[in-house]
């Protein structure tokens, strides 16, 4: 895998490639070798973010797909919902399609994709009030406290992200890590073609409506035909 449209030096970064830097550095750098993929996980983010990004249905006290820019930074983004409070201060709201198998927990691409919007936000000369995700799945809303380390952490996971995406070669896939089973670029990283190794971890089937295979033949191996 080589030969990816790397941004130009000062070309914003978008703020999702950082939140997929802080997931994991082999995802960012699939992501701009446009390696996209067709997960259930994914088109339930899609669908449950109907609405709370269509800057059409945008009222006074709820704005809604709002663009962000940090020149500083070099990133830019949107926002899902951004809630008017009192003198115009703003809490920037994120929805999130956790399933519900999982909890409902802010982690780490939340809190850094959190805090470039508010650092943006910023800039441009609003107030932030707060930081909030909304797991759809759970109907449950959480708010986020954002701490001076939470900013230098994201502030490092910028530059972080403009080097992964220079690299000519991907990042190596993670070894034995529960990332990637929740991972929706596991189809395309395949991070557990690597040199040969125990692999200790669950194994999940990409499409839950497919049947499990079991090879009951010791020694037998099967693949997929190509296409
Ligand atoms: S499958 Fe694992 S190694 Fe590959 S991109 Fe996802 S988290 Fe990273």
Request: glycine share 8%; hydrophobic share 35%; charged share 25%.
């Amino acid at each position: 895998m080589n030969a990816i449209p790397v941004p130009a030096g000062d070309e914003p970064i978008p703020i999702s490639l950082v939140a997929h830097q802080a997931f994991c550095p082999r995802r960012a750098w699939l992501e701009v070798a446009g390696e996209r993929t067709d997960t259930v996980q994914v088109a339930a983010g899609v669908t449950d973010h109907g609405g709370t990004d269509d800057a059409g249905t945008s009222r006074a006290a709820r704005l809604r797909g709002v663009d962000v820019r940090s020149d500083r930074l070099g990133i830019s983004g949107r926002c899902d919902t951004l809630e008017v409070g009192e003198g115009g201060a703003l809490t920037v709201v994120e929805y999130k399609a956790t399933p519900v198998r999982r909890k409902a927990e802010v982690t780490r691409p939340m809190r850094a994709q959190l805090a470039l919007q508010g650092m943006a936000l910023a800039e441009m000369g609003h107030r932030i009030a707060g930081h909030t995700v909304y797991f759809t799945q759970h109907r449950t809303r959480v708010d986020v406290s954002l701490s001076a380390e939470d900013l230098a952490d994201t502030e490092a996971l910028v530059a972080e992200t403009r080097k992964t995406i220079s690299s000519d070669t991907a990042p190596s896939p993670l070894e034995d890590d529960p990332r990637c089973t929740r991972c929706s670029h596991a189809a395309v990283c395949l991070p557990d073609e690597r040199s040969l190794a125990t692999v200790r971890r669950r194994i999940m089937a990409p499409n839950p409506d497919g049947q499990v295979l079991h090879l009951a033949t010791p020694g037998s191996r099967r693949s997929l035909p190509p296409g």
